[in-house]
């Protein structure tokens, strides 16, 4: 079953108290009639049933302290299917809905979510996972018995977000008028639907509930029937919010008015930005429209300033690492580059960079598609192709502005890397990005680009390929020995024990075990030996042989060393890496 928070019946009721959720002396009666009936019935029952306990009280205190998730059944398509796992005489009894299921993960909304004996038959009754949520208790009567009747369909109406004590979202954006090729009246329409206080209340609370579980993006994706919106937290995506698929042309043109979009465009994808303001802070939202089978599709990329650390210390690299990154800014001129997937935290380090190196007396210009972070004293250009404002042009104005420091948000072409190395040959110090899969890739990447190995040795300082693992919840993660295949497959020394850590799940973490992400690296220092390999023309696997005789450690050994500290869990190791050729799982140092 899954992990549930941890509360004792004193803690709770200190806190119902203390929140003003229940008056002292309803609580005591409430604790006698339990006690009374040989503790058959939860106390918080009793006081819901009685109508002694603040509801919107009692939902922010399960919220805020102890990390049950808000369900908004207002917003909820909840399907005939689901609503058969758990009978109506159940569902009546132990005032709970069944919303959404994943998989074997049945979420429920309950009005009480600490009464544990209730999950545990809800379990034994299902045969599944059950993953607790709250809602208000009288509107969980309501929707019981609007849900579960006879003739009528799941409930499946989309409205206003209901209040649920977090800051609303003010001044989003302002309308603008779209210069449309299609029926005026058709416009208008869309337009005014958009601006309904159901849709704007829905975009609303989804633009929140994105920052508040410190997502990385938003996804509202059509299908056949019905709209799913995802968040991506930590690298892994979750379902928020289902619902009607007729609400689906609303919810993109209003963030289409957000974005100061064309709503009238339908056929082509369109790209935007605007902010937010939520929790005391600005947010920046980037937007991405592509027009899909089913609809348009969105994708808007979180850029949480106030919550992203640009500080190159707290990102998870180790002291050596910092050094080695450290050790190459300060060079007067030359090349940085840093390598990976899409998603794996480059330009967060590159910023990072640049924030150490920034100061009054020097130049830094950036050229990026699209730029992501709003950097005070930094120059930061656009790239827009549309109009010809490509990377080889805007480098090329860029090196007449006289910069110190130049950041290139990719290398794409020939043209690019070709402008990028005359650069850091003529006094500059470039940083940049390719997508390549290793540190030591990207030089057979820069060749295959046309770039002469003497080029390549005389102005690269250091290669950095990187990824994110997710960091295991320092509050619950649990602690094992590893089984003997275990040092097998990690080539540890057997005699020697390690110890090993698991994700749990606490409400801290929202039962998910891991709270955060943690670089990974390998980086490749530009040593003399290392750079006659190049020079000579050697395999990438020469080269990568020598740089792990020179230590270097790969991804894969970067990301034991933070399992064996505790950082990180295996299956996290297994599921970021893969395995270094040659080897079972690389070498692993011991300090």
Same mark, same amino acid.
């Given at each position: 079953?899954?992990?549930?928070?941890?509360?004792?019946?004193?803690? $709770?009721?200190?806190?119902?108290?203390?929140?003003?959720?229940?008056?002292?002396?309803?609580?005591?009666?409430?604790?006698?009639?339990? #006690?009374?009936?040989?503790?058959?019935?939860?106390? $918080?029952?009793?006081?819901?049933?009685?109508?002694?306990?603040?509801?919107?009280? $009692?939902?922010?205190?399960?919220?805020? &302290?102890?990390?049950?998730?808000?369900?908004?059944?207002?917003?909820?398509?909840?399907?005939?299917?689901?609503?058969?796992?758990?009978?109506?005489?159940?569902?009546?009894?132990?005032?709970?809905?069944?919303?959404? $299921?994943?998989?074997?993960?049945?979420?429920?909304?309950?009005?009480?979510?600490?009464?544990?004996?209730? @999950?545990?038959?809800?379990?034994?009754?299902?045969?599944?996972?059950?993953?607790?949520?709250?809602?208000?208790?009288?509107?969980?009567?309501?929707?019981?018995?609007?849900?579960?009747?006879?003739?009528?369909?799941?409930?499946?109406?989309? /409205?206003?977000?209901?209040?649920?004590?977090?800051?609303?979202?003010? +001044?989003?954006?302002?309308?603008?008028?779209?210069?449309?090729?299609?029926?005026?009246?058709?416009?208008?329409?869309?337009?005014?639907?958009?601006?309904?206080?159901?849709?704007?209340?829905?975009?609303?609370?989804? @633009?929140?509930?994105?920052?508040?579980?410190?997502?990385?993006?938003?996804?509202?994706?059509?299908?056949?029937?019905?709209?799913?919106?995802?968040?991506?937290?930590?690298?892994?995506? &979750?379902?928020?919010?289902?619902?009607?698929?007729?609400?689906? !042309? /609303?919810?993109?043109?209003?963030?289409?008015?957000?974005?100061?979009?064309?709503?009238?465009?339908?056929?082509?994808?369109?790209?935007?930005?605007?902010?937010?303001?939520?929790?005391?802070?600005?947010?920046?939202?980037?937007?991405?429209?592509?027009?899909?089978?089913?609809?348009?599709?969105?994708?808007?990329?979180?850029?949480?300033?106030?919550?992203?650390?640009?500080?190159?210390?707290?990102?998870?690299?180790?002291?050596?690492?910092?050094?080695?990154?450290?050790?190459?800014?300060?060079?007067?001129?030359?090349?940085?580059?840093?390598?990976?997937?899409?998603?794996?935290?480059?330009?967060?380090?590159? %910023?990072?960079?640049?924030?150490?190196?920034?100061?009054?007396?020097?130049?830094?210009?950036?050229?990026?598609? !699209?730029?992501? %972070?709003?950097?005070?004293?930094?120059?930061?250009?656009?790239?827009?192709?549309?109009?010809?404002?490509?990377?080889?042009?805007?480098?090329?104005?860029?090196?007449?502005?006289? !910069?110190?420091?130049?950041?290139?948000? &990719?290398?794409?072409?020939?043209?690019?890397?070709?402008?990028?190395?005359?650069?850091?040959?003529?006094?500059?110090?470039?940083?940049?990005?390719?997508?390549?899969?290793?540190?030591?890739?990207?030089?057979?990447?820069?060749?295959?680009?046309?770039?002469?190995?003497?080029?390549?040795?005389?102005?690269?300082?250091?290669?950095?390929?990187?990824?994110?693992?997710?960091?295991?919840?320092?509050?619950?993660?649990? /602690?094992?020995?590893?089984?003997?295949?275990?040092?097998?497959?990690?080539?540890? +020394?057997?005699?020697?024990?390690?110890?090993?850590?698991?994700?749990?799940?606490?409400?801290?973490?929202?039962?998910?075990?891991?709270?955060?992400?943690?670089?990974?690296?390998?980086?490749?220092?530009?040593?003399?030996?290392?750079?006659?390999?190049?020079?000579?023309? #050697?395999?990438?696997?020469?080269?990568?042989?020598?740089?792990?005789?020179?230590?270097?450690?790969?991804?894969?050994?970067? /990301?034991?060393?933070? #399992?064996?500290?505790?950082?990180?869990?295996?299956?996290?190791?297994?599921?970021?890496?893969?395995?270094?050729?040659?080897?079972?799982?690389?070498?692993?140092?011991?300090?």
């Amino acid at each position: 079953m899954e992990e549930r928070p941890h509360s004792s019946q004193s803690d $709770l009721r200190e806190a119902l108290v203390r929140s003003g959720t229940v008056k002292p002396e309803d609580l005591y009666q409430a604790s006698q009639e339990q #006690a009374k009936s040989g503790q058959k019935s939860h106390f $918080l029952d009793i006081l819901l049933d009685h109508g002694k306990c603040d509801e919107k009280k $009692l939902v922010q205190l399960l919220v805020s &302290e102890y990390g049950y998730r808000l369900v908004s059944l207002k917003m909820l398509v909840i399907h005939k299917d689901v609503l058969k796992l758990i009978p109506k005489k159940a569902a009546e009894e132990h005032v709970c809905l069944p919303v959404s $299921l994943f998989e074997k993960t049945l979420t429920v909304a309950f009005a009480n979510p600490t009464n544990l004996k209730v @999950l545990d038959q809800l379990q034994a009754a299902t045969g599944m996972r059950i993953r607790a949520s709250v809602a208000e208790y009288s509107m969980l009567k309501e929707y019981i018995k609007k849900c579960y009747q006879e003739e009528a369909p799941a409930y499946e109406e989309a /409205a206003a977000a209901e209040e649920s004590g977090g800051e609303e979202l003010v +001044d989003l954006a302002k309308m603008v008028e779209s210069e449309a090729t299609i029926d005026k009246q058709q416009v208008s329409d869309l337009m005014e639907q958009a601006n309904q206080a159901p849709v704007v209340k829905l975009v609303n609370m989804v @633009l929140v509930e994105g920052v508040r579980r410190h997502a990385s993006d938003i996804f509202v994706e059509p299908w056949e029937n019905f709209v799913r919106i995802r968040v991506r937290v930590d690298g892994i995506l &979750e379902e928020i919010v289902k619902t009607q698929k007729t609400y689906a !042309p /609303a919810i993109v043109s209003r963030i289409k008015i957000m974005s100061q979009l064309n709503i009238a465009e339908h056929r082509v994808p369109q790209d935007g930005r605007f902010k937010v303001r939520t929790q005391g802070r600005e947010v920046d939202m980037r937007v991405s429209i592509l027009p899909s089978s089913f609809g348009e599709k969105v994708c808007l990329r979180i850029l949480d300033t106030g919550a992203q650390s640009h500080d190159i210390s707290k990102l998870g690299f180790t002291e050596s690492e910092q050094r080695i990154i450290r050790d190459s800014a300060q060079k007067p001129h030359g090349m940085i580059l840093v390598t990976g997937p899409t998603g794996s935290g480059k330009t967060t380090t590159l %910023y990072s960079i640049l924030e150490h190196l920034d100061s009054p007396q020097v130049n830094i210009t950036t050229v990026e598609d !699209p730029v992501e %972070y709003q950097m005070p004293g930094i120059n930061q250009v656009n790239v827009r192709e549309a109009i010809g404002l490509t990377f080889p042009a805007a480098l090329r104005s860029i090196l007449r502005q006289d !910069p110190d420091i130049i950041l290139i948000g &990719e290398i794409r072409d020939a043209d690019t890397l070709d402008i990028a190395v005359k650069a850091a040959l003529t006094g500059h110090l470039v940083l940049s990005t390719l997508h390549t899969n290793d540190a030591v890739s990207s030089v057979t990447r820069m060749a295959n680009l046309g770039l002469e190995p003497f080029l390549i040795a005389s102005t690269v300082l250091m290669i950095s390929a990187q990824r994110l693992v997710r960091r295991l919840c320092p509050r619950c993660r649990a /602690a094992y020995d590893p089984e003997p295949n275990i040092y097998k497959l990690l080539n540890l +020394d057997p005699h020697k024990k390690v110890q090993l850590w698991k994700a749990k799940g606490c409400s801290q973490c929202r039962q998910l075990g891991y709270q955060g992400r943690s670089v990974i690296t390998e980086i490749l220092e530009m040593k003399p030996d290392i750079l006659d390999m190049i020079m000579q023309g #050697a395999s990438a696997d020469l080269i990568k042989q020598k740089a792990r005789e020179n230590g270097m450690h790969t991804l894969r050994e970067s /990301a034991i060393q933070k #399992a064996l500290s505790g950082e990180t869990s295996l299956e996290e190791v297994f599921r970021v890496t893969t395995v270094d050729a040659g080897s079972k799982a690389g070498r692993v140092s011991d300090d």
